[in-house]
């Protein structure tokens, strides 16, 4: 039989993933919006919010999305393009080559996140 400190950490486990899943994809938001628009299709803030809630089961803030845009378009990485309704976005050439980037090095950025939840052997810590 589990002990009461076995259970809660069982119940508590959902809600620390979804925090930590939340909190992952708002760090790497950036990436996530640039990698989608390397697609080769514009799309609004109102599109990244949808495509944030259908492929990571998150809903996000138009806020959050907007500062997110508003940075890349500020740091020429995508290019916002109003019409008559709404405002869209495309990578630019820079953004196309931050993606290609963030993609050669991708094994590296999971290393990183490996190494960092890996457990410390002792002779490391010490050494």
Same mark, same amino acid.
């Given at each position: 039989?589990?002990?009461?400190?076995? +259970? &809660?950490?069982?119940? #508590? /486990?959902?809600?620390? @993933?979804?925090? =930590?899943?939340?909190?992952?994809?708002?760090?790497? &938001?950036?990436?996530?919006?640039?990698?989608? =628009?390397?697609?080769?299709?514009? &799309?609004?803030?109102?599109?990244?919010?949808?495509?944030?809630?259908?492929?990571?089961?998150? @809903?996000? #803030?138009?806020?959050? +999305?907007?500062?997110?845009?508003? *940075?890349?378009?500020?740091?020429? =990485?995508?290019?916002?393009? *109003?019409?008559?309704?709404?405002? +869209?976005?495309? @990578?630019?050439?820079?953004? /196309?080559?931050?993606?290609?980037?963030?993609?050669?090095?991708? /094994?590296?950025?999971?290393?990183? +996140?490996?190494? &960092? =939840?890996?457990?410390?052997?002792? *002779? /490391?810590?010490?050494?």
């Amino acid at each position: 039989m589990p002990s009461k400190q076995d +259970v &809660m950490h069982i119940r #508590s /486990e959902p809600a620390i @993933l979804r925090k =930590l899943r939340r909190r992952i994809i708002k760090t790497f &938001m950036d990436i996530i919006i640039m990698k989608e =628009l390397n697609n080769g299709n514009p &799309m609004s803030g109102y599109d990244v919010i949808r495509f944030i809630h259908r492929k990571h089961n998150l @809903l996000m #803030s138009s806020g959050t +999305v907007y500062s997110f845009l508003y *940075s890349l378009e500020r740091n020429g =990485l995508i290019k916002g393009q *109003s019409t008559r309704r709404k405002k +869209v976005y495309k @990578l630019t050439a820079r953004g /196309e080559e931050t993606v290609k980037t963030v993609l050669n090095v991708q /094994e590296k950025i999971q290393r990183i +996140v490996t190494n &960092m =939840l890996a457990p410390q052997q002792l *002779s /490391e810590i010490s050494g």
